[in-house]
């Protein structure tokens, strides 16, 4: 056909057939490459289902006091969460605002919790919260002691999981409009009010997606435990104790159970973090 | 009533206004952005802290009050709606009772959307839900930001429309700010001129565009050129110019035309007057004296497209400023008996 021939009705021009060819082929490279991604991240816990075998894990769970460990794990990480809550959203909204002298300096204290290795954090949690320290002289007058009690076990979880929900509370926060709280005060409500039903609501997406990867580091948290709180053992030290006594097949059932025991709470943030923002969408 | 008179430090300089605005009244604090508008709306609202002086809102004194104990609505450009709330709920968020709710949304023609999530309404339809906000919470002032920046042109009339008849309907103070005079002028009844956070004029908005107090409220209402005079500096505003000479209405001027564009339905052109042209002021059939006129560039609207590059026009009664850039005289029958007592 000539360059400048008329174009028939329902005839399309050669040039325009390319362009959506071209796209519909980028489209399915980047499903690809998604997919690809998808698969390697997920890889491992494919592996652990492949190699499990279903004997090994009905003994292994049914042996008397298998599932202890578990219940540290989530004891431990519930009451963690509460710390967390009670103490890290305060912190988070009072960074967000600028609330706080040398915001800068809070800043970094919190990076630095996170930046530090955990198994680092564990060494220094002993020099810090130890029996011989003044904070264990303190504790042990209540009758408490921090090394290889429940009580470390959460002090360990708390700083390992800590800077990930007040970073997250922080961000959750600072994405909260303050004029909407402004404007919310003009209508009548005093600062507590505003918070309750302005600013936590929305922020509340970003605080529960915060608070699920904190869920997930604190159930996960090995190396600052494996030095404060060696007992009583949660899922990652029984993991790591039946590896080093019977070997690997034995440690993979309590590696299932503790991906089956940490999975649903983030997975519930999530799809309810997407379920709001879809409402607000309408 | 709301009566201010506050003070309140900026950064770069501090900020000084005195308004009394009366139940139904409707106030419009106009100037440059930069000049401290939105500061005072903020210190009215007490989201600000004052410095000196105090705000009173009826009996009430408001010195201390915070923003949620003043009954003092204010609306935004954003109009602020909560996005995690229904249409139905962000309107009944400050209501003590629903009683009114029917009511209200039918009178904003908002009732369609009251199941509505924010996110879904046109920028038109989220004012109307801010506005009808204010009202079902029971403001005794209204404050207005810029509301309608950004909004189309007609939008904005209608907007306008229905918030001056509220504000009456309900016998409410109402301050606006804005930076348009267009938006002052179709919603206000009284109109304070801020610059530098200092009020330069008060007053009708007629009295503020025809008298303007000083040459620098003249440029900040529109007069883009200034005539060098005998009798002092005469402002011109594009929209006071008439083509052809009539002495009996004000100077005349004659000058070359530099650049010409189409706007609106006319034209508007640049007009080089020069330093030797002589005009011809007049008051009504008295003929006042000759005038030089100096070098200066000014700009008109002319509703036809000028004939030729060398016109005449005339500038509708114009304001005259001394040296010091005050007005010189208030009006005609005030320079024509200056002029005869100087005989």
Known sequence: MAPNAPIAPGQRQAGYEGLPRARSASAWVSVGGALVVWAALLGPVITLIAHLSWGTFWSSLSAPGALDPLVTSVESGLVTLLVLVACGTPLGYLMARGALPFPRVWETGVLCSLLLPPLVIGLLLVFMVGPYTWIGSLLNWFHQTATNTFLALVIAEVYESAPYYVLGAQAAFAGVEPRLEQQAALLGDPPRRVFRRVTLPLAAPGLAMSLAVAWARAMGAFGAVVIIAYHPAGIPLQIFTTLQETGLPSALPFALVLLVVALPLPLFAYIWSARAGRRRRG | ?343
């Not at chain 2, 929209?239 to 209405?249: D, I, M, Q």
């Not at chain 2, 005289?329 to 007592?341: C, K, N, P, Q, T």
């Open chain 2, 1 to 343: 009533m709301l009566d201010a008179d506050v003070e309140v430090d900026r950064r770069s300089f501090a900020v000084r206004a005195r308004l009394s605005v009366g139940p139904g009244e409707r106030v419009a604090l106009f100037g440059p952005s930069g000049a401290g508008k939105t500061t005072v709306l903020e210190a009215l609202a007490g989201l600000v802290p004052i410095r000196r002086g105090s705000v009173s809102l009826g009996s009430r004194c408001l010195d201390g009050v915070p923003p949620w104990r003043r009954r003092i609505g204010l609306l935004r450009q954003d109009p602020g709606l909560f996005p995690h709330l229904s249409v139905r709920d962000n309107l009944l968020y400050g209501a003590s009772s629903d009683a009114s709710l029917g009511p209200i949304a039918a009178e904003l023609g908002i009732d369609g959307l009251l199941g509505a999530m924010p996110a879904r309404l046109s920028g038109g339809q989220a004012h109307r839900v801010a506005l009808g906000r204010l009202l079902l919470a029971h403001c005794d002032a209204l404050l207005l930001d810029e509301p309608y920046s950004g909004l189309d042109a007609g939008l904005r009339r209608t907007l306008t429309a229905l918030v001056v008849s509220l504000v009456v309907e309900r016998s409410v103070p109402a301050v606006l700010v804005a930076h348009e005079l267009a938006d002052a002028q179709a919603f206000a009844d009284r109109l304070l001129v801020l610059d530098g956070g200092s009020v330069l004029q008060s007053g009708s908005p007629s009295s503020v565009v025809l008298r303007p107090a000083s040459r620098r409220v003249a440029s900040l209402v529109g007069y883009l050129g200034f005539v060098a005079t005998d009798s002092g500096v005469a402002g011109v505003h594009p929209e006071r110019v008439v083509p052809g000479a009539h002495a009996s209405r004000g100077l005349v001027l004659s000058g070359v035309v530099s650049a010409l564009r189409p706007a609106g339905a006319g034209w508007e052109a640049d007009l080089r007057v020069g330093d030797l042209r002589v005009g011809d002021l007049r008051v009504g059939d008295l003929r006042v004296g000759d005038l030089r006129v100096g070098d200066a560039l000014v700009t008109c609207r002319l509703p036809e497209r000028p004939p030729g590059t060398e016109i005449e026009v005339t500038v509708l009664d114009p304001p005259y400023f001394g040296p010091d850039g005050a007005a010189v005289f208030s009006d005609f029958s005030d320079f024509s008996e200056r002029r005869r007592l100087d005989r």
